[in-house]
């Protein structure tokens, strides 16, 4: 092994689950790594259905989708508007006139 171009590696790394508080412990170059979510508790190993709401997440989500049904409502409005201007027969100037 060449000298002095190999970082430290740490045999006894802690990698500590920040959700459960779970602890690994396996060799890294790193002394000590955070994660968010392990195989201890996550919803595909633990078969639970529960949601992270990590910094307002699903609020965002759901924020975007009732802002997406307003969208779609106005649009089909438009739509509607602009079937019924199509719809609606153009008159000459001569027909206009002749009301009057
Ligand atoms: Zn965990």
Do not use: W
Not at 24 to 47: D, L, R
């Amino acid at each position: 092994m060449k000298t002095g171009i190999h970082p430290q590696y740490f045999d006894d790394a802690q990698t500590t689950c920040s959700s459960c508080g779970k602890v690994y412990k396996f060799g890294s170059t790193k002394q000590s790594i955070v994660v968010e979510i392990c195989a201890n508790c996550h919803p595909t190993f633990t078969g639970e259905q529960r949601f992270m709401n990590t910094g307002g997440v699903i609020d965002r989500f759901q924020k975007k989708m009732e802002q997406a049904k307003v969208y779609k409502k106005k649009l089909a409005e438009k739509k509607k508007k602009e079937e019924a201007k199509k719809a609606r027969p153009t008159k000459s100037l001569k027909e206009l006139m002749a009301e009057l």
